[in-house]
């Protein structure tokens, strides 16, 4: 109990504070409880801290709300942009609608009220235009025909056991022409056409067995030959990787192989460059 007392009566302890003016008026003393004193410094210390998170939130708030406007500025652009597009799009549509330059030329509105814009020279840059278009779509059709009706790649994976050139012939011991390449591969093994084409002979063919004869446009041909079996009839169209036969031994031959030839304008030329994709 004493020391309750004596806790209590430090806490209501007065202690004065002076005012003392800088003036003509006289100074005043104020008497307070310290634990008043105190109350009052907390009170002090929160206020402060309750005003400068306002103050932060303040900031804050307008930084926000400054963001949020450059957004909804960019927000409007973009939406007057597509409102634009669509527009456009809208116009180009019934423009290209109509089927014909022609009919595109004489419904095409030039946005000028006072005629300034040259129609006649428009037409002009409009043809060259679509000649120039036209020419382009020409040639990458050409081009892309000639792709695929060059052959390209093996028939068959597999290693080359004779090339093509002079050799001494494996059966009959004497130097002939090899007017193509042997491919060593397994018996049965699939043969794949190495450009788009049409075939115009499979049958069996004397020393060359069964063979393939694909024609392929541009005066291209390639020769499939010694076949266990071939795949496909003369007339049909193939495309590249198409499997046209299976590999064998057929006709004059020491053993399972596929004799590949590339024709060239009624020559034979050597493969080699075009199983690397070169011509």
Known sequence: MYKLRLLLKKIHTPI?????PHSRFSSRSVRIPVVAAAVFCVM?????VFSVSLTIQAFDYYRMKSEYARMAKHFTEMESTMASLKQSESQFRQLFS????????KNLDTGAEDGSI???????EVDASMAAVEEIKNYLAKEQDVFRSSPNGWPAAGKISSGFGMR???RYGDRRMHTGIDITVPRGT?????????????DRSGGNGNIVVIEHGHGLSTVYAHNTRNSVKAGQTVKRGEVIAYSGSTGVSTGPHVHYEVWRNGQSVNPAP???GKK
């Open 16 to 20: 004065t504070i002076m005012l003392i």
């Open 44 to 48: 002090a210390c929160v206020g402060v």
């Open 98 to 105: 109509l089927g014909s330059r022609k009919e595109v030329l």
């Open 118 to 124: 040259d129609v006649e020279a428009l037409k002009r």
């Open 168 to 170: 001494e012939h494996p």
């Open 190 to 202: 699939a043969l794949h056409a190495t450009a788009d084409g049409v075939v115009s002979f499979a």
């Open 274 to 276: 075009f199983l690397e």
